[in-house]
């Protein structure tokens, strides 16, 4: 499965780096996620709970963080296991772009997975990762709105950004320990079968 990707934020690069690296925000917005801890450098460990048609199952995941290059990109490598319901693994890269808006963030994943998850057919995984990101976005864009209300205050002044309400947990200021990546493997990877994968 190969999947493409961008997002208009209407906060600086920086900023999103910061909270895309935020183990709080992360576990927030990633649809069905119950951990994410770090196990080592540039490594994680992530669970989630994951649905795709009739097959439902908990996941569990390595991520692996290289070529990381503040606050603007960084590669993942990611293998997950969900038991008799599949396992799911592939490469993903993210970048932030800053603009006039904001930041633009875009991601490019490569993913393949197996077992009865595989067996549900493309169309059925492509339409659930979609979903997932989507549902991600959603949510990270409501934290940003949460954590930033002056960068969104001004963007709907002038008609660029929708005022969606705040639902996302709050970040209570720890340093940040988690890649941008975080938000893709939950959208992507697990759609796919685990984390996101970009």
């Known amino acids: 499965m190969d999947m ?5 934020l209407a906060v600086t ?27 080592g450098d540039n490594q994680y460990a992530i669970a989630m709970a994951l649905k795709i048609g009739p097959v439902s199952a908990k996941f569990t995941g390595k991520i ?30 993210v970048t932030l772009t800053p603009n006039d808006e904001g930041c633009d ?19 059925l995984i492509d339409g ?12 990270f864009d409501a ?20 005022g969606d309400a705040p639902a996302a947990a709050s970040s209570s200021g720890a340093k940040p320990a988690i890649p941008v990546w975080v938000w893709a493997v939950g959208a992507v990877v697990l759609a796919a079968a685990v984390w996101l994968g970009s």
């Open 64 to 93: 692996s963080l290289t070529e990381m290059n503040p606050p603007a990109s960084y590669k993942l490598s990611f293998d997950g296991q969900g038991g008799v319901a599949g396992f799911g693994k592939g490469s993903a890269e």
């Open 128 to 139: 659930a990762a979609k979903s997932m990101a989507e549902d991600f976005f959603k949510r």
């Open 13 to 39: 690069q920086q900023q999103a780096w910061d909270a895309l690296n935020d183990p709080v925000v992360l576990k927030a917005c990633i649809p069905g996620c119950d951990k994410v801890e770090p196990t």
């Open 4 to 8: 493409q990707g961008s997002r208009q």
């Open 105 to 123: 963030l875009s991601y490019t994943v490569h993913a393949s997975v197996g077992g009865k998850i595989a067996q549900l057919g493309q169309r």
């Open 143 to 162: 934290e940003m709105q949460r954590l930033y209300p002056e960068s969104y205050a001004a963007k709907m002044v002038m008609g660029d950004v929708e």
